[in-house]
């Protein structure tokens, strides 16, 4: 059975398999049949044929005045936004409320996020959005926590057979995010206006970035909660992490001094936290201390005093408030889960089988990464880079228009990295000899890598599960050559090829009705 959660919008849903799959190809062919159990599941319990489950990044009207929310309710006094009534969209779990008014109470004032809108032939020029003040021009006003945590997404979470193959995994998959956000970008309107961007990331950093102006002083606190991550975890992946990584000095002391179980203060909050490691070497000491430059969001006075060795519910507090690219996870007290690395740049797709494909892709190249890679980083990508990478890939049709850096090494081992810019493409599909700008073997890319990888399973009774494997690989393939829009490029070719739609950049509500029925008929 599923397992189904609450999250951040009381309009969504969290699913999750109710077991782990296997590590057999056979497992992941079931992955979109799983997918839709959960879709009819909701349904079934939800029984309202006005309501259905949709896979949508962002609702496309979010902040319209219009009956978005069963009872309806319409801004009062004590709202903040000017376009959302809070406590209306976010979750009637409190941790969630708690969260967005931590963020709010810690910088002193609600997000301000000017979003660039799309210049249609009919946009006005300057662009005024009317929802507010007419000195404000060219952008898209918005200002409530929830128009970042509301937005969904599609997350991986793979285990690892023990901590330094997880290590290795992690720091293989970072160059790897910001190519996966691209290929997903699936939210090109918000609040009723076609944006010039396409994926949600910048508009949820900006939405639960809590610093404080000191904070943000003196690159004290460098970056949002939600961001890339800063640093590798592999001895050999050091020498990508080219950009300064800020850490708690007393929380690495305690991790770099301390062996066996390890206790944590949070924040400049006095609760306790235990680790079980056996050690911790100088970058995971880093890693972790890093965590602690910030505060907890929720604290729940009752659940204070924990026996830390049966519970890691106050590491979690901060753990699972700082929301980057990726996350390292730890094994759980009392329980036979080992340490596990979530991918969390891609943005949910409308259809079970997109998702699937995009899951399925993860998974194989994870593994591939791992056989192939020798125990080390394979394309690694200094942190400067990727940082570049994951602004490019937040550009309109970035997976068509744009190029990425990436490492073309055929001997990266040897320290000869070799960067270039690079089409999707290229990265994905692979790049001849011939084509590189350095002398060497051929870029083989992540979809050849992939292929090599099953290549080696090399098992006769598998002939069939490969065909049906290269279906989904086949999609993402598609994507990255451009045969295939992304899910935001094809949103906004709807739009803009709808009878109604007056090409002003507005997403009026019978376009986005009938957006919302094709959305349901895929």
């Not at 997918?35 to 009819?40: A, D, N, S």
């Not at 937040?394 to 810019?421: C, H, I, M, V, W």
Request: include cysteine; charge should be negative.
């Amino acid at each position: 059975m599923p397992s189904f959660q609450s999250e951040y919008g009381r309009y969504m849903i969290e699913s999750t398999p109710g077991i782990p799959y296997g590590d057999v190809i056979s497992d992941l062919l079931i992955v979109e049949e799983n997918m839709r159990q959960r879709r009819t599941l909701i349904n079934q319990l939800v029984n309202k044929p006005t309501h259905v489950p949709m896979t949508l990044t962002v609702y496309p009207r979010v902040g319209v005045p219009d009956v978005f929310t069963e009872p309806h309710r319409v801004r009062t006094t004590e709202d903040t936004s000017l376009f959302l009534p809070e406590e209306a969209v976010t979750s009637t779990d409190p941790k969630y409320t708690k969260i967005a008014q931590g963020i709010d109470a810690r910088r002193g004032h609600k997000p301000i996020i000017n979003l660039p809108v799309f210049r249609d032939t009919n946009t006005p020029q300057p662009f005024r959005d009317p929802t507010i003040p007419p000195e404000s021009t060219d952008h898209i006003l918005l200002d409530a926590v929830s128009f970042g945590p509301g937005c969904c997404c599609l997350q991986v979470t793979m285990q690892a057979a023990d901590i330094e193959q997880a290590r290795t995994l992690y720091d293989s998959l970072i160059p790897i995010t910001p190519i996966m956000l691209a290929l997903t970008a699936a939210s090109p309107a918000y609040k009723g206006f076609l944006s010039d961007v396409d994926c949600r990331w910048e508009l949820l950093s900006k939405c639960v970035d809590d610093r404080t102006k000191e904070e943000q002083k003196d690159y004290r606190i460098p970056d949002s909660r939600w961001s890339h991550v800063r640093w590798y975890l592999t001895e050999e992946g050091q020498k990508y992490s080219d950009v300064k990584l800020v850490y708690d000095e007393p929380a690495y002391e305690r991790l770099a001094e301390a062996g066996g179980c390890l206790r944590l203060a949070i924040g400049r909050h006095d609760i306790l936290n235990a680790l079980s490691f056996e050690g911790m070497d100088d970058i995971l000491a880093k890693h972790f201390a890093n965590l602690y430059i910030r505060e907890p969001l929720v604290v729940y006075p009752d659940r204070m005093e924990q026996d830390d060795k049966q519970s890691n519910e106050h590491f979690e507090s901060i753990q699972s408030s700082v929301w980057q690219t990726l996350r390292f996870k730890p094994p759980q007290p009392n329980c036979d889960m080992g340490w596990r690395v979530e991918f969390r740049s891609m943005e949910v797709q409308l259809t079970d089988f997109e998702n699937a494909a995009f899951a399925i892709f993860i998974v194989l190249l994870s593994r591939a990464l791992l056989k192939f890679g020798g125990g080390r980083t394979r394309w690694g990508l200094p942190i400067s880079m990727v940082e570049e990478n994951m602004r490019r890939a937040q550009e309109r049709d970035a997976a068509r228009s744009q190029k990425f850096l990436f490492n073309t090494s055929a001997a990266p081992e040897l320290g000869r990295d070799t960067y270039e810019e690079m089409t999707m493409d290229e990265i994905v599909n692979g790049k001849t000899a011939n084509a590189l700008h350095h002398q060497g073997a051929e870029f083989e890319g992540l979809m050849g890598l992939i292929r090599r990888y099953l290549d080696s399973l090399g098992a006769e009774d598998q002939v069939t599960e490969r065909r049906e494997v290269e279906v989904y690989l086949d999609l993402v393939s598609k994507r990255a050559k451009g045969s295939l829009k992304t899910t935001a490029t094809w949103i906004r070719d709807f739009v803009r090829s709808h009878s109604q739609y007056k090409h002003d950049s507005v997403i009026s509500r019978e376009v986005n009705y009938d957006l919302l029925r094709m959305f349901n008929s895929m």
